[in-house]
C-alpha cells in the first residue's frame, strides 16, 4: 500500500467553521491530489499539487484552498464550511505527472460532515 | 451524458460464476483505462490497467473497445471477496496535462 496518511479521518463540524485536512505522504511523490466522493457524482478532482507551493484547481474547487509547504504534506482548508461539504476526502499521490501509463494511489479517505 | 458511465448494479453473483460489466466514455481521445476496487468505506484501489489488445490478471479479464468506446471487466470463479464496487477510469490527455475521469462505480454482491 502507498505510504498516505490523513488526518482526521471522521470529524463533524459546524456551519460556518474552517476546517483543515491533512494527508502526508511517505513515498517523495511530486504529485498529490484532494478528490471529493459523493453518491452520483463519483470521485471529482478538487486541487492539486504537482511540487513545493505549486498547485492548480480541479473542477470542483470553490469553497476550498490548499498548500503545499513541503514534500510530504498537502492541506485541503474549507474555509467557511457548508453543508454541500459534508463528504469523503481522499487525498491521492501519483510519482510524476500523469501520462497515457501511470496513475494514482488514494489515501484512506476522511469522512467530514457538516452540520 | 456523462463522461464515463457505469451500471451501478448491484451484480448479485453466486460464488464461483463468471460476472462481466462495462464501461462507456464519451470522449474518443481517451488514452488510457484502468479498473479500480473500492470496498465500502475504504479507498479505491488499482485493481488492473486496461491495454488495447485486453489483458488477463489471475481471474480478472480486462477488455477495451475504441470503436464503441468502452472497456469490460470480466470476473471468473467469483469469491465471495470479489464482493466490492469497480470503477472505471478514463485518463485522457489534455493540453493543460492528463485529467483522469472516474465512473459512478459498479457494484459486485458474490452470495454463497
Known amino acids: 500500500d502507498a505510504g498516505i496518511t490523513q488526518s482526521p479521518r471522521h470529524k463533524v463540524t459546524e456551519t460556518g467553521t474552517p476546517v483543515t485536512l491533512r494527508c502526508h505522504q511517505t513515498?517523495?511523490?511530486?504529485?498529490m491530489y484532494w478528490y471529493r466522493q459523493d453518491p452520483g457524482h463519483g470521485l471529482r478532482l478538487i486541487h492539486y499539487?504537482?511540487?513545493?507551493?505549486?498547485?492548480d484547481k480541479g473542477e470542483v474547487s470553490d469553497g476550498y484552498s490548499v498548500s503545499r509547504s513541503k514534500t510530504e504534506d498537502f492541506l485541503l482548508t474549507l474555509e467557511s464550511a457548508t453543508s454541500s461539504q459534508t463528504s469523503v476526502y481522499f487525498c491521492?499521490?501519483?510519482?510524476?505527472?500523469?501520462?497515457?501509463?501511470?496513475?494514482?494511489?488514494f489515501g484512506e479517505g476522511s469522512w467530514l460532515t457538516v452540520v | 451524458r456523462k463522461e464515463v458511465e457505469q451500471d451501478p448494479g448491484p451484480f448479485n453473483v453466486p460464488e464461483g460464476a463468471t460476472v462481466a460489466f462495462n464501461c462507456t466514455y464519451s470522449?474518443?481521445?481517451?488514452?488510457?483505462f484502468f479498473w479500480y476496487r473500492q470496498d465500502c468505506r475504504k479507498e479505491p484501489k488499482l485493481l488492473m490497467s486496461?491495454?488495447?489488445s485486453g489483458n488477463e490478471d489471475g481471474r480478472f479479464t480486462a477488455q477495451l473497445n475504441r470503436a464503441s468506446q468502452y472497456i469490460s471487466l470480466l470476473i471468473r470463479d467469483s469469491k465471495l471477496s470479489d464482493s466490492a464496487t469497480y470503477l472505471c477510469?478514463?485518463?485522457?490527455?489534455?493540453?493543460?496535462?492528463?485529467?483522469?475521469?472516474f465512473g459512478g462505480g459498479t457494484r459486485v454482491l458474490v452470495k454463497p
Open positions: 477510469v478514463v485518463n485522457e490527455a489534455k493540453a493543460a496535462g492528463n485529467k483522469l475521469t
Open positions: 499539487s504537482y511540487g513545493v507551493k505549486d498547485t
Open positions: 470522449n474518443s481521445a481517451s488514452q488510457s
Open positions: 513515498e517523495n511523490h511530486r504529485y
Open positions: 486496461v491495454y488495447s
Open positions: 491521492a499521490i501519483s510519482e510524476s505527472r500523469l501520462n497515457l501509463r501511470n496513475t494514482i494511489y
